[in-house]
């Protein structure tokens, strides 16, 4: 392979942002991310609104993340593309865009499995975050997905436990929706955290065997709580807001505390990194940080703008994939349920 350096565009639609990055080598040259306000006057993402809202801010997105990269179009050696998992209208706008581009500059195709890319995001080359090496557990999670998975390398992965039901990204959702907190209710569950409690009220974690995980027991122990000090109290909600908060948030950092414990002691690995749009969450930032003194855990945490739907994470596994030429024809098909 040449030593000069390989640009690759990346594109991400998955589910209801569109995003483009350049990469040079392992370095970002340029992110940018256009988010769909649309969804949350309807509590959640509306597939065909979010297709159509691809369509519109595609073109714009690449435009302006090839403008920030102080590159043209014609310098680039790869374009790099979401292949699924994800909402299928979503995947397609991006893919067919890809494809085009790619066809139209003779320029090699580059398919990328959304999960994988969550995984590898560590291997950006950015200052004062360390790259893991291998072999790691990385803990994916997010809206969709609940995942210890064990890395060997760059193409070599094997999930090793993962939910049997809702991802913990749901309970957080659901969780915020039973509290009449606005959509997405992820973050402002962790904001309210630190202002509560964390013991104020127990929830049982659920008894799952091995190092698979369930949180459809944990939503519905949340909402009969709730009814039930809210028969007793109308304000009960406001009063606790933040202590109910602190307590959800409590329970479902323990549990993927207690699977991760149970990985580590089964593979003997202790490099550990997390990924997925709910490693963003404050509180299991600290927990797995403090996880290095406590259990002598080397931890890899992503850079917070890794950690949501970006194209940067694309466009790292589009790197790899250019190096070791894992290119794709253009009858290459989205996907949106894909082989891990």
Same mark, same amino acid.
């Given at each position: 392979?040449?030593k ?5 565009l ?10 483009a ?5 392992d @370095?970002v040259?340029? /992110?940018?991310?256009?988010n769909q306000r ?5 509590g959640g993402? @509306?597939p065909?609104?979010?297709s159509?809202a691809h369509?519109?801010n595609?073109i714009?997105?690449?435009?302006? !993340?090839?403008?920030?990269?102080g590159?043209?179009k014609?310098?680039?050696?790869g374009?790099? *593309? ?6 299928m209208?979503s ?7 890809a494809k085009?581009f790619s066809m139209a500059?003779?320029?090699?195709l580059l398919?990328?499995?959304?999960m994988?890319a969550?995984?590898l995001? $560590?291997f950006?080359?950015e200052? %004062?975050?360390d790259?893991p090496?291998?072999?790691f557990?990385?803990l &994916?999670?997010s %809206?969709g997905h609940?995942?210890? @998975?064990?890395?060997s390398?760059?193409? =070599?992965?094997?999930i090793i436990?993962?939910t049997? #039901?809702?991802a913990?990204?749901?309970?957080? #959702?659901?969780t915020?929706?039973i509290l ?9 569950i #962790?904001?309210l ?10 929830? &049982?974690s659920?008894k799952v065997?091995g190092? /698979? ?6 939503k &519905? ?5 709730i009814?039930?000090n809210v028969a007793? /109290?109308?304000?009960?909600i406001?009063?606790n807001?933040? =202590?109910i908060? !602190?307590s959800?948030q $409590? ?6 505390? =207690?699977?991760?414990?149970?990985a580590?002691?089964e &593979?003997g690995?202790t ?6 749009g ?6 299991i930032r !600290?927990t797995l940080?403090?996880?290095e003194?406590k259990?002598?855990w080397?931890t890899?945490?992503?850079? *917070?703008?890794?950690t949501?739907?970006n194209?940067a994470?694309? %466009? ?10 894992l290119?794709?024809?253009?009858t290459?098909v989205s996907?949106a349920?894909?082989? *891990?």
């Amino acid at each position: 392979m040449t030593k000069n350096p390989i640009f690759i565009l990346s594109i991400e639609s998955s589910c209801d942002d569109t995003a483009a990055a350049v990469l040079k080598n392992d @370095v970002v040259l340029s /992110n940018v991310v256009a988010n769909q306000r649309i969804h949350e006057e309807y509590g959640g993402v @509306v597939p065909e609104l979010a297709s159509r809202a691809h369509q519109q801010n595609i073109i714009p997105v690449v435009e302006l !993340a090839l403008k920030k990269a102080g590159i043209t179009k014609d310098q680039l050696h790869g374009v790099a *593309f979401t292949q699924g998992p994800g909402l299928m209208g979503s995947l397609l706008v991006g893919s067919s865009f890809a494809k085009s581009f790619s066809m139209a500059l003779g320029i090699p195709l580059l398919a990328v499995n959304h999960m994988h890319a969550h995984i590898l995001a $560590h291997f950006i080359d950015e200052e %004062g975050f360390d790259k893991p090496t291998f072999p790691f557990l990385a803990l &994916t999670i997010s %809206g969709g997905h609940t995942q210890i @998975v064990k890395v060997s390398d760059f193409f =070599d992965m094997e999930i090793i436990g993962e939910t049997t #039901d809702d991802a913990v990204g749901e309970a957080f #959702d659901k969780t915020a929706k039973i509290l009449g907190l606005p959509y997405p209710g992820g973050p402002l569950i #962790d904001q309210l955290s630190k202002q509560g409690n964390p013991k104020a009220f127990a929830f &049982t974690s659920p008894k799952v065997p091995g190092l /698979n995980f369930s949180f459809s027991g944990l939503k &519905t122990q949340i909402l009969y709580f709730i009814q039930k000090n809210v028969a007793q /109290n109308p304000n009960f909600i406001e009063e606790n807001k933040a =202590d109910i908060c !602190a307590s959800v948030q $409590h329970t479902i950092i323990k549990i993927l505390m =207690d699977k991760l414990k149970m990985a580590v002691a089964e &593979t003997g690995i202790t490099q550990i990194a997390i990924g997925g749009g709910v490693s963003a969450n404050s509180g299991i930032r !600290a927990t797995l940080k403090d996880a290095e003194q406590k259990y002598n855990w080397k931890t890899f945490i992503p850079k *917070f703008e890794y950690t949501t739907d970006n194209a940067a994470m694309i %466009g790292i596994v589009g790197y790899q994939k250019y190096k070791h030429q894992l290119f794709e024809s253009a009858t290459v098909v989205s996907k949106a349920r894909i082989e *891990f």
